[in-house]
């Protein structure tokens, strides 16, 4: 596609970025038949080739946008089915996170959506304030009407139970036996809160491994959350963080891996080096250190994972775009599985989003719910024992419209070698 940008504008290195990926679109239309939205509203504003459109014109007139393109960007899930489809190789990812940081610097959204967006942006990423809103939630329920609707509906997905036990702490766990590698554990944020146990399992697993695991004081959110609602600033604070972090354990006995348990984590840390490309004081570092990057399941099976099942259950996989487009590490999941002795119920449409998106399902509520009950039926159709997935936002997201019990992939893995049954199996 041809573009208009000026000179001045390219100087600018995410317009640049966007430019690039908007002349290699040869408007073929493939990227709509593996688009989630486009296959729910047949509006092509809502497939990538549209929005693709749309976002040129955004960023060449610059200023603020239309209402109009920014529901459109806004509907967008991020989960890149479109990139693994596209036979140019269109970096939509660069496009749509350059489009969002404008919306961000130029569009002035209604005020309640305003407020929400700022209490996402300054509780979310922070354990201990996140920690602190659900422990205020049931109150937030009990104030019903008082509340505006975007507040009460992120206050009733809030657990009615807190979680059992507590994340692992700053600290270094051992491995057994012969060490075979020393890795840098990634300790995020929500999932700290909501689902400790996923961590736990993780450190287990990998110590049985051969791993010695380092979780470093100072590492936390990936930044991925105010990343997709265009706040660069704060998403590249938040890394610089997680690379000093993980920097000490470098120099503290050197560093094999980066490890973490949540594949849209791992998306966003895998791509450090881009977002901080401009950072003269953590180029030389994350250079160094993204490339250590790797999944849970990906590590498992470069330490030669294998298991037996305790118990012979059907496991249903959700795919999590995050790890099968953003990672580009389709089918690790599934084989690890299939490796701790499980058996694979066939998922159709396993490519699809299933709505979660980070906090997509908090923004746009009534296609995140379309998109987790058409997911849910495909999961369902092999009659599995429990579903599966490496992504705690998925895990939360299907939870809302099933009853079918949901455990993380690594809680399975560690099961299957030795560790505690997952309590959600009960």
């Known amino acids: 596609m041809r573009t208009a940008f000026t000179a001045e504008q390219l100087k600018d290195a995410g317009t640049a970025d966007a430019a690039s990926a908007i002349r290699a679109c040869v408007h073929c239309g493939m990227c709509n038949a593996t688009c989630p939205t486009y296959q729910v509203t047949g509006d092509e504003r809502d497939g990538p080739r549209g929005r693709i459109q749309i976002m ?3 960023l060449e007139q610059g200023g603020a946008p239309s209402q109009v393109a920014v529901r459109h960007v806004d509907r967008c899930l991020s989960c890149l089915s479109c990139r693994t489809t596209c036979p140019s190789s269109v970096d939509y990812q ?24 700022t209490f996402l942006a300054r509780v979310l990423p922070y354990p201990g304030r996140f920690r602190l809103a659900a422990r205020l939630a049931p109150v937030s329920r009990m104030l019903g009407g008082l509340l505006p609707e975007p507040f009460r509906r992120t206050a009733a997905l809030a657990p009615q139970t807190p ?17 075979k590698m020393r890795v840098a554990f990634h300790r995020g944020c929500v999932q700290q809160v909501l689902t ?25 959110c990936c930044g991925a959350l105010n990343h997709h609602m265009g706040l660069e600033g704060s998403a590249r604070r938040f890394a610089r ?45 994350t250079r160094k250190l993204a490339p250590l990057v790797r999944d849970i399941v990906e590590l498992a099976e470069e330490l030669n994972f294998a298991g037996s099942a305790p118990v012979p259950l059907k496991v249903a996989y959700q795919a999590a ?24 119920t066939p998922v159709a449409d396993s490519h699809l989003c299933c709505g979660s998106a980070g906090h997509y399902s908090l923004f746009q509520p009534e296609m995140a719910a379309v998109l987790r ?48 049954k997952p309590a959600r199996l009960g």
Request: aromatic residues 6%.
């Open 56 to 58: 040129q014109q955004m």
């Open 241 to 285: 963080a997680n690379i000093a972090a993980w920097w000490k354990v470098h120099e503290g006995g050197g560093v094999d891996r980066i490890v973490s348990t949540a594949s849209g984590c791992g998306s966003q840390i895998k791509d450090y080096a881009h977002l901080l490309r401009a950072d003269a004081g953590y180029v030389f570092r």
């Open 373 to 420: 009950d058409q997911k849910l039926t495909r999961l369902a159709a092999g009659e599995p024992d429990v579903i599966v997935s490496g992504n705690m936002g998925c895990m939360e997201h299907l939870r809302r419209g099933v009853q079918t019990p949901i455990v993380h992939t690594v809680e399975l893995l560690d099961w299957a070698s030795g560790g505690p």
């Open 196 to 220: 400790p146990e996923i961590d736990r399992a993780a450190i287990r697993l990998l110590n049985r491994l051969g791993a010695e695991v380092v979780v470093p004081a100072g590492s936390g």
């Open 321 to 344: 775009c995050s790890l099968q487009h953003g990672q580009r590490r389709g089918g690790v999941g599934e084989r690890m599985l299939a490796a701790a002795g499980f058996t694979l």
């Open 163 to 179: 979680p059992d036990g507590e994340a692992p702490r700053p600290g270094v766990y051992p491995a057994e036996g012969v060490r």
């Open 94 to 117: 660069r496009l749509v996170d350059r489009a969002r940081e404008h919306i961000a610097a130029t569009c002035t959204r209604p005020r309640e959506e305003r407020w929400f967006r």
